[in-house]
């Protein structure tokens, strides 16, 4: 796991940012996690990725290793960190592969700083303002956590602290096709993470952001369009494509965007790591 990578942790406006970095010759390639992960996630597909690619894969302010000292939780601020990150490790321009919050946070790379993204993947996720548009009480139960993490005053963080671990699990199992899909060293650094009640706050945060500010940002910037190369992938055990298809609700943003389902539930990587490796290289050697 994560054979010959180097930890880098380093100081951006607002946050502290941890990675993990690999890999030695090729493009770079930004790898972004979800919630309730960390950079861990990649575990089964990044010591091959760096087989071609300098590798960073980063955890989102607050969330894994990394710190939020500011209390801005917006998909703008953690976009921002991202490239301040990468800058500071020497690269300018480079792929981002993405999943669940981080794909968000990519999303709004692109849109926020067009010239350092030369490519996206984009996994599992409709575009925020459809999540919202389509939020009826199927969606609900089924993305709960989306309504609850969001409310003020404290109280998601002062009920998840009394028993984190049984939260976390209860997270991950309802996103997830089967109980066997996480690596047991992963899920260990998951429940880590989850102990930290500043972690909990991050998820909270992030939340309350998307329900708030972050529709914000993206209402101001709908009819904005990029045409770089971004491949979309979503489970078809999931809940992402009952609303909408997912391809048709990205390319309102990516026109480029092309993409196809898979057979599992939310946690694409981990439940098919080799397929998901194929499908990324793939798409790689076309940009």
């Not at 790379?109 to 599992?124: F, G, I, K, N, R």
């Not at 997270?171 to 930290?196: P, Q, T, W």
């Amino acid at each position: 796991m994560f054979e010959r990578f180097q930890s880098r942790t380093i100081d951006v406006c607002g946050a502290t940012i941890h990675s993990l970095v690999g890999g030695g010759v090729g493009e770079p390639l930004l790898l972004l996690h979800g919630y309730p992960q960390t950079h861990v996630m990649w575990h089964g597909i990044a010591d091959e990725l760096a087989k071609t690619f300098q590798v960073v894969a980063s955890d989102l302010r607050g969330y894994g290793d990394s710190l939020a000292h500011d209390g801005n939780f917006t998909f703008r601020a953690m976009a921002r960190d991202q490239v301040e990150l990468m800058k500071s490790l020497g690269f300018e321009r480079f792929h981002v592969v993405a999943h669940d919050r981080g794909a968000r946070t990519a999303h709004r790379m692109a849109l926020d700083h067009p010239e350092t993204v030369s490519s996206l993947v984009l996994m599992d996720i409709l575009p925020t303002l459809d999540v919202w548009r389509t939020m009826d009480s199927w969606l609900a139960l089924r993305y709960y956590h989306w309504l609850f993490l969001a409310q003020p005053g404290g109280l998601p963080e002062n009920l998840i602290n009394r028993d984190p671990i049984s939260f976390l699990h209860s997270a991950l199992s309802g996103m997830a096709v089967g109980d066997d899909i996480f690596d047991s060293c992963a899920l260990e650094k998951y429940e880590d993470a989850a102990r930290r009640p500043e972690v909990v706050a991050a998820w909270c945060g992030d939340y309350r952001a998307a329900a708030t500010i972050d529709r914000e940002h993206d209402h101001q910037d709908e009819g904005r369009t990029n045409d770089i190369p971004c491949l979309v992938l979503w489970g078809k055990k999931g809940v992402v494509a009952h609303h909408l298809n997912p391809l048709d609700a990205w390319r309102k943003w990516f026109p480029n965007a092309r993409g196809k389902e898979v057979d599992t539930g939310h946690f694409l990587v981990e439940e098919k790591p080799d397929w998901v490796l194929k499908e990324i290289l793939t798409h790689l050697e076309a940009v």
